[in-house]
């Protein structure tokens, strides 16, 4: 019962995550926000996902090819890096691919287990990757609607999926 309760809101803010990407115009994509390009945010909140959701402590987990060492870091201030909105969408789709597999085969028995090497049950390292994921959605949410006056839909706890192709807005 616990899983299914995962997987459904898992699917609901994958979508909305990939929504929020597909609403970012190629204008803000480079804008600055406290010294840091809008991609950066975008970046740190998938790195996240792809490091804290299943097992941060996974010894054959591999940075995307892209990745250099503070590259998520929101502390840095990127020089010449830079992540095209093409690589993000990639990046979202594997991990988005790989979610959806951990989650379609996690029971509710192993939500109290500890992935191999983690000191955190898998309940635990779900429940705060929501916690982060959505706080920085959050924040990228408020710089779109600050500087485009338009909402990036949500589907909330019983919204529907919108029949259009993304990127979806609520109307004005």
């Known amino acids: ?4 309760d995962i997987r459904f809101l898992t699917g609901r803010a994958l979508w909305e995550t990939e929504n929020l990407i597909k609403c970012i115009p190629d204008t803000l994509w480079e ?5 840091l390009p809008m991609w950066k945010y975008v970046y740190h909140t998938l790195y996240s996902m792809d490091r804290w959701y299943i097992n941060p402590c996974d010894p054959a987990y591999q940075n995307p090819v892209f990745h250099t060492d503070t590259l998520a870091d929101l502390n840095v201030i990127p020089a010449n890096e830079r992540i095209s909105a093409e690589q993000i969408m990639d ?3 594997r991990i988005k691919d790989k979610i959806e597999k951990y989650i379609n085969n996690l029971t509710d028995g192993d939500l109290e287990k500890m992935p191999d090497g983690c000191d955190m049950s898998r309940f635990r390292l779900i429940l705060g990757q929501f916690r982060h994921w959505h706080r920085h959605m959050g924040i990228i949410y408020g710089f779109l609607i600050e500087d485009t006056g338009k909402w990036p839909y949500v ?3 019983q919204g529907q999926y919108p029949a259009g192709p993304m990127p979806n807005y609520y109307p004005l």
Do not use: A, E, Q, S
Not at 1 to 4: G, K, R, S, V
Not at 31 to 35: M, N, S
């Open 91 to 93: 990046y979202y789709t």
């Open 1 to 4: 019962m616990l899983c299914d």
């Open 155 to 157: 589907l909330n706890m």
């Open 31 to 35: 804008k600055r926000y406290d010294g």
